[in-house]
């Protein structure tokens, strides 16, 4: 029964990091382009509709991509009781890496101040982002069902 729960856990904190990842992603995004945004003539609620849209796409496509990486780190987690969140973090924020550029992420330069450098650091940050919402559901506790 144990087992049940703990895999129920991982599932839900699986799904809520990947709705903070992609907050954190469209938020990061977004950002630059705020202010034209806000004047638009759409109304606020209307706004935030689609800001959620937006993040509800962004999450779909990020849970059906990082699925698979993903669920090999947290076997690796479980099966090593790694309940740290610094393991956590850092792992998300890899992943998010890994998975936009490829294994060889850290090889692409860009001129201090562009946008690829800050979208790098958007992506990162919502790797970690993501991690941390694991951590915070359900990598706590990871290793205890043994």
Request: proline share 3%; charged share 10%.
């Amino acid at each position: 029964m144990a087992v049940l729960v703990r895999v129920m856990m991982i599932i839900i904190g699986y799904i809520l990091a990947c709705l903070a990842a992609s907050l954190v992603l469209t938020l990061g995004t977004l950002a630059p382009e705020w202010d034209d945004l806000s004047q638009l003539s759409m109304s606020p609620a209307l706004q935030s509709i689609a800001l959620w849209s937006v993040v509800a796409v962004g999450a779909t496509v990020i849970f059906a991509l990082a699925v698979l990486p993903a669920l090999l780190l947290i076997a690796l987690a479980e099966g090593f009781a790694l309940r740290s969140v610094v393991v956590y973090g850092a792992l998300g924020g890899v992943l998010a890496l890994v998975m936009s550029y490829g294994l060889d992420f850290a090889g692409y330069v860009g001129a201090p101040g562009s946008d690829f450098v800050r979208e790098r650091q958007v992506l990162a940050a919502s790797g970690i982002a993501g991690g941390l919402v694991y951590w915070l559901f359900a990598g706590r506790k990871a290793g205890k069902w043994k």
